[in-house]
DNA sequence: TCGAAGTATGCGAACGTTTGCATCGTAGCC
DNA sequence: GGCTACGATGCAAACGTTCGCATACTTCGA
C-alpha cells in the first residue's frame, strides 16, 4: 500500500508537503506540487480515507436514508443522489428502512457518526430521528420540521394545475386518495388540493383517507371513490392511480371513461401502463441532486440558512383524464 | 464524544480491556465484561469507525456497483443486500454506474480502498473492473469470470420452463429478444433458450439480436418479431417485453391473442402492465441477500471456495401467453 | 547591509482504536 | 509449599493522515 511517506520520499519532501499538495494545493509553491502530484499518480497513491477521516474528522462520505429502494419514486431519487455526491466527490451510503420507524432512527443513529451529513428522504419518525442525528448536520426531503433545510415539491402549484385541468374538462367533483396518515407529504398534497378547490366556487374535493402508498391501496379505495360520486380522482402516488385502475377495470369500469385519474410523481410506471397515466410530475434525480448540493452547502459550513423553493412540478397529460360521462352512471351512495 | 478512553475510566479498567470486552468478549472476564457494556450502553458509546479502520484495516463497509438503480431489478437488488448488509453489522456503500464502464472502473478503484469487499452486478467491463479491484474480495453477481465467486440464476432451468410452457399451448416457433451484446446474462438465456429448444424435435427458436435492456428496447424489436413468424417470444428482461407489447398494441396487434410474450424477472413491472405477463421470476431481493452472505463468508476468510448454486428460476404465469392464432394470420416476410 | 515581513517547508503530536507483549495473580499439581 | 501454567488485564506502539508551530530561506525597504 502506497502511503504519504511513499510518495514524499520519491519526491524528495516531507510528508508535511505531500499532504498539503495535494489537500491544499494553494499553500505549496507550484514546482514542488507538480512534483509531488506527478510522484502521486505515478506510485498509484490513494489516500487512507480512515486516516484522514480520523485525523480531520470529515469522512467523506454522505449517508441517505430512503423507506424503501424498491419504490421507483426512492430508486430515482437515490440514483440522482448518488451522482452528485459522485461529483463532488463523496461516497453515499444507503439505507432502506422498510418504512420502519424503528430501522429508521437507528440507522441514523449509526450513519451519523460516520458520515458528514445525512439525507432523510419521507422520514417515518421525524421528531426521533432527527433527535438521533446528534449535531450532523442533515437536510430533509419531502419533510418540514424544526430548523433543519428541507427539499420539497411545489405541491400547491401542482394540485392547481391538475385542478385546472379536470374543470377544464368538465369536472366538478373531484376525489382525492390519501396516502399514509403519518406522511407529512400526503398532508400537503392534500391541503394542496383543498386550496386549489377554493379557488373556483364550482369543484368540489372529496378527501379519502390514508390508504398504503403501493398498488393495493389504490385497489382498496377504488369502490369508495367509484360510490363517493366523484367524476375525476387525484392519488397520493401513481402506484395508488395503477390500484385504483386496477380495480375499476375489474369491476368493468374503464378509466377514463368512467373515471378520470391523475397520478403523482411520474415515475416511470405512470407511462407503463395502460392508460397511461395524466400525473404530476417531479424531477426526482433532481430532489436527489438538490438534496446532496444543500448538504454539501451545509457541511462545507458555506451554509447560507436559504431554503431552497419548492421544486417544480408539472402536470403530465396522458390517457387517464377525459370529460366526465355526459350523464353521470346511476351510483349507489354510500 | 464518548470514547474508549471514558468508557474505560467509568468502568474503573484499561482500554484495552474495553475494546477486548467489545470486540472479543470471550477474552474476558463474566463480570468486567458486563461491567464495560453497561457502562458503554449508558455513556451512549459508539466506537469510532474511522479508527478502528485505520488499526484493523477492516472498513466494516461492503461497496455495491450497479449500472443503474433506477432499474427495478437493481434496486431489488440493492434493496436485498442492504437489508443483509445491516444484518450483518456493515454499511453499505452503492454506486449506481449509469451503465458506463469507464464510471464503473473509477467506482471500484475508488471504493475498493474504502471497503472490505465489492458486489458488483452485472458489470460492463468485467476485465478492467476486476483488475481495479486490488486484492479487495468480490463477489459478481450475473456474471461469471476469472477465479471470482458469482452468483447466478438457473437460466438453464428458467429457460426450459419457459419453453415447455410454449410449447404446451401449441407454439413452435419461439423468438428471442435479446438484450446487450456486451450483457454475459444474455449470453447465457439465449445459449439457454437454444439448449432447451433442443430437447424437443419440434420447436424452433428465433434468436433476434441485441436490444437495449428498457421499454424502447422491446419497441425497436417487437416489427421484426412478428415478421418472423414466431407465434410466441421470450425477452431478455420484463422491460423488454413492455415495449414489445406496447409497440405491437400501437399496431393493432394483441398479446396475447396475436403473440404471446414471456418475460424475464418478474421485476414488479411485470405484474403492473397489461396484459400482465407471464414471466420467469427470481427472487431479486435474495440476490443481494445471497451475494453479501457470500461475500461475508469472503471477507471473514471463512472463505468456503465453494460456489453457491444458481438461484432457481420459476415461471410465473399471467396473461401474456396463450395458444397460437388457429390460423397464423398472413404475415410479410422480412 | 541589516532587519522585518513573508513564504515555503519540515517536525512532531494527535486522532481513537486494536493488538502483541508483559505482568500479575491464582489455581493446579506433585 | 513451591513451581508451572494459564487466564485476565494493563501498557504502549502502531495504523496514515492532518495541522499547529517552528524554522529556514527569500525578498524588500531603509
Redesign the pocket.
Known amino acids: ?8 520520499r520519491v519526491a ?13 494545493p ?8 507538480e512534483r509531488v502530484t506527478t510522484v502521486a499518480r505515478e506510485l498509484g ?8 477521516v ?5 469522512s467523506g462520505a454522505l449517508g441517505l436514508v430512503v423507506p424503501d429502494l424498491a419504490n421507483p419514486y426512492f430508486a430515482s431519487v437515490a440514483k440522482g443522489a448518488q451522482a452528485r455526491a459522485r461529483e463532488h466527490g463523496l461516497g453515499l451510503f444507503v439505507v432502506d428502512t422498510d418504512e420502519d420507524a424503528d430501522l429508521e432512527v437507528d440507522a441514523v443513529a449509526g450513519l451519523a457518526p460516520q458520515t458528514d451529513g445525512l439525507l432523510l428522504c419521507s422520514p417515518r419518525a421525524v421528531d426521533r430521528t432527527v433527535g438521533a442525528l446528534g449535531a450532523r448536520p442533515a437536510v430533509l426531503v419531502n419533510q418540514e420540521a424544526d430548523g433543519l433545510p428541507s427539499i420539497v415539491v411545489d405541491h400547491r402549484g401542482g394540485m392547481l394545475g391538475a385542478l385546472e385541468h379536470l374543470r377544464a374538462l368538465g369536472h366538478r367533483r373531484v376525489a382525492y386518495v390519501g396516502g399514509p396518515a403519518s406522511s407529512w407529504s400526503d398532508a400537503r398534497r392534500r391541503a394542496a388540493l383543498h386550496e386549489a378547490a377554493a379557488r373556483f366556487d364550482d369543484v368540489e374535493v372529496v378527501p379519502l383517507g390514508a390508504y398504503r402508498p403501493q398498488v393495493e391501496g389504490g385497489r382498496s379505495a377504488a369502490d369508495l371513490v367509484y360510490a363517493s360520486g366523484a367524476t375525476a380522482a387525484v392519488t397520493f402516488n401513481d402506484l395508488v392511480a395503477v390500484g385504483l385502475v386496477e380495480r375499476l377495470a375489474a369491476r368493468g369500469l374503464d378509466v377514463p371513461r368512467d373515471l378520470s385519474v391523475v397520478g403523482c410523481d411520474d415515475s416511470y410506471v405512470a407511462a407503463l401502463v395502460s392508460p397511461p397515466l395524466t400525473t404530476l410530475r417531479t424531477d426526482l434525480r433532481n430532489v436527489g441532486r438538490t438534496g446532496v448540493d444543500r448538504l454539501v452547502a451545509l457541511v462545507g459550513a458555506r451554509g447560507d440558512g436559504s431554503d431552497v423553493p419548492p421544486l417544480a412540478v408539472e402536470l403530465v397529460v396522458r390517457d387517464s383524464t377525459a370529460p366526465p360521462p355526459a350523464r353521470p352512471a346511476a351510483r349507489p351512495t354510500v
Request: charged fraction near 20%; hydrophobic fraction near 45%.
Open positions: 500500500m502506497v502511503t504519504v511517506h511513499d510518495v514524499a524528495g519532501v516531507s510528508i508535511s508537503t505531500v499532504s498539503r499538495a495535494l489537500a491544499t494553494e499553500r505549496v509553491a507550484a514546482p514542488t506540487r497513491y490513494r489516500p487512507n480515507r480512515a486516516a484522514s480520523l485525523r480531520a474528522g470529515r
